[in-house]
């Protein structure tokens, strides 16, 4: 079952803070996060494992929890880097990685 | 030189063509993976395996096979080439320990055009 991803598309200016939203129907065992960059190929972010653990990177950080199901990735401060296709990844268990279909990130000067 | 590498990057052909996607890593990773990307639907999987005699098939296998040649390499197959299977195909590694815990690491990807 592929995760549903929120919003589909988000413009900024730099410096505004944005929050993308990711939730599934099971039980997780963890959930990534990747950044694609028009032209190239996914680049990992994060990943937040069954626990409600928190992560960060950079100024990208991102929640997990496990009762509902869901993660928000929160970008703060953003910057012109910071453009692009945000996937979340969800796996049930220790195997393979089903993505959503993306949030699509523009952040203008 | 890249980690993980796929040919050809770009390939058009006629419907009805066979169609190989190859796929070398040299992370040392077990896990390989091919996805296929299209515009509005995300990365689906295609094919996994942990091993060269595990594979498994993924979310949309129809109309494809793979072949694990070796840890290292891994290779996506369409039989016979359709219009709808014109896409962009991404193969990743991961690896589970001490270090990894399950990301994954992309090639470049091929894109693939059939008339």
């Known amino acids: 079952q592929q995760p549903v991803q929120s919003p589909q598309a988000v413009i900024l200016r730099e410096g505004e803070d944005a929050v993308i939203n990711c939730s599934s129907s099971?039980?997780?065992?963890?959930v990534h996060w990747y950044r694609q960059k028009h032209g190239e190929a996914p680049v990992f972010l994060m990943i937040l494992l069954k626990g409600g653990e928190q992560k960060g990177h950079e100024k990208i950080s991102a929640s997990f929890n496990e009762k509902k199901q869901q993660s928000s990735l929160y970008l703060t401060a953003s910057q012109l880097s910071y453009s692009g296709t945000y996937f979340c990844g969800t796996e049930f268990s220790q195997d393979k990685l089903i993505f959503g279909t993306g949030t699509r990130l523009q952040v203008f000067p | 030189d890249a980690d993980v590498t796929q040919t050809p990057r770009n390939r058009i052909t006629k419907t009805g063509k066979r169609i190989m996607l190859e796929c070398s890593q040299t992370k040392g990773h077990d896990r390989m993976y091919w996805y296929r990307q299209d515009p509005g639907l995300g990365l689906r999987l295609i094919y996994y395996?942990?091993?060269?005699?595990?594979?498994n098939k993924g979310e949309i296998s129809d109309g494809y096979s793979v072949s694990r040649q070796a840890q290292a390499k891994f290779s996506l197959s369409l039989e016979s080439a359709i219009p709808n299977q014109t896409a962009l195909y991404f193969c990743a590694t991961s690896d589970y320990g001490t270090v990894n815990t399950g990301e994954l690491f992309f090639g470049e990807g091929s894109r693939l055009t059939v008339l």
């Open positions: 099971k039980a997780l065992y963890s």
């Open positions: 395996s942990f091993d060269v005699k595990d594979i």
